[in-house]
């Protein structure tokens, strides 16, 4: 469950939220019975309840198989990448060694990068699992090929493709194909669920599984969020209302929004979140531009800004009611002067730190959304990926734009390819 407080970003909204209920009305039926712009990419709306439950018994036992391992390499970039990276960051304890660890690969070119991991990999037990829907990125093939050449020096050509999972469409495309030569575990990413959408089936639900996170936690808090989305009354659909007020906003003169934290670990989420929204609403001149803060630490860099630069920004606060418990201890001496917060839970501090900032950013003419999560645990960040989710396919609708396709991702690979010189 979620709390949705949206009131220090309606003062700064002329229209009544309520008034745009007929609107959602339609749109919810346009998004329910899959009727608008992008419908045949529309599968994970019901993926909290039809997950292929086969998949991931196969899942299960593939771990199985493999316990013991000390790392598993995910290769794959923006969609096919972004929901196991923001889950593993979001539900992993800080400074806790990993066993297996989860690496990821594939989502940039950088020959260091990649070096230097073919180098660690030497001395790990590990697996690979590669991630394409189409099967045909650069940036995840290339990773491939250097790491299938590793794994295959590594343990002979035989056991190697006992260690290669792939991921990727169920009858086409070159990673599919591969997969079929080879002989590899496959798992399926269905034709009518796009990358930014696709979290919440193998494609992390694969690295979840071998990292030991409650993926059937996650999935009862996806189903919640569904089921909590099924009303279109604004009063209820806090998704929607959500949707609603970011449109307004941005109608008001805000063309930014900051998805901010005051929890490193959320750090990864705003960069799934960034390209949920990006990716579906950019286009076409319009869609708000996403950006992302963590707080405290960048009030100490973005914070002026924030407060006092160009007026065109709100914020969308992702605030964690419990955490750990550790309090500030008493120094008698007192040079740094803290001892008026001695015996006070840091947790209380970050949450007087959340409340004066708003209050100040609010004042600075900054309109606050703030969603409250209880904690941050599997069951919430399945909620929220289904929350942000159908808010994206709402926000998207009412603006007028197909949330699900991406063109202007092709433009760089043209151009890429061209200076290549791929024929
Ligand atoms: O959301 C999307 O569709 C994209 O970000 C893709 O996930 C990304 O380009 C990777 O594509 P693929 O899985 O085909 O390698």
Not at 169 to 174: P, V
Request: charged residues 25%; contains cysteine.
């Amino acid at each position: 469950m979620i709390k949705l407080d949206i009131k220090d970003a309606k003062k700064f909204i002329k229209t009544n939220v309520f008034s745009l209920q007929d609107q959602v009305n339609e749109l919810h039926d346009v998004i329910v019975n899959k009727s608008g712009l992008g419908n045949d990419f529309l599968g994970w709306l019901d993926l909290p309840l039809t997950y292929d439950k086969e998949e991931l018994d196969r899942i299960y036992k593939l771990k199985e198989q493999h316990k013991g391992i000390d790392a598993i390499v995910v290769i794959g970039i923006g969609g096919s990448y972004l929901g196991a990276k923001a889950g593993y960051e979001f539900l992993k304890t800080p400074f806790k060694k990993q066993k297996p660890e989860l690496i990821f690969a594939g989502h940039h070119l950088s020959a260091n990068y990649l070096k230097h991991l073919l180098k660690y990999l030497n001395k790990k037990n590990y697996v690979i699992n590669v991630i394409s829907k189409s099967g045909t990125t650069t940036e995840p093939a290339v990773a491939f090929r250097l790491l299938k050449a590793h794994i295959e020096n590594k343990y002979g050509v035989e056991e190697a493709r006992k260690r290669i999972f792939a991921t990727t469409d169920k009858a086409r495309g070159s990673l599919y194909q591969l997969a079929i030569n080879e002989g590899y575990e496959r798992f399926v990413i269905e034709d009518n669920v796009g990358g930014r959408f696709s979290v919440l089936s193998a494609v992390g639900l694969l690295p979840f599984v071998f990292v030991g996170i409650d993926v059937e936690k996650m999935i009862k808090g996806a189903q919640d969020a569904y089921h909590d989305a099924q009303d279109p009354s604004l009063k209820k659909n806090k998704a929607y209302l959500y949707a609603v007020t970011r449109f307004l906003l941005n109608q008001s003169g805000k063309d930014v929004e900051y998805l901010i934290n005051y929890e490193p670990r959320l750090a990864f989420f705003a960069e799934w979140w960034k390209q949920l929204f990006g990716e579906s609403e950019g286009k076409g001149g319009k869609g708000l531009l996403v950006h992302s803060a963590s707080f405290t630490t960048d009030l100490h860099s973005l914070g002026q800004q924030i407060q006092d630069g160009n007026r065109i920004i709100f914020e969308t606060v992702l605030n964690v009611k419990k955490t750990d418990k550790l309090s500030i201890p008493f120094v008698e001496e007192d040079l740094d002067k803290l001892n008026y917060i001695a015996g006070k839970e840091i947790s209380y501090v970050n949450e007087q730190a959340f409340l004066g900032t708003k209050e100040a950013h609010i004042d600075g003419g900054v309109p606050n959304i703030v969603i409250t999560i209880d904690k941050m645990d599997a069951y919430h960040f399945g909620y929220l990926v289904y929350f942000f989710e159908i808010a994206c396919a709402m926000s998207a609708y009412l603006l007028e734009v197909n949330p699900f396709d991406q063109p202007g991702v092709e433009a760089y690979k043209k151009n890429m390819f061209r200076l290549l010189g791929k024929k």
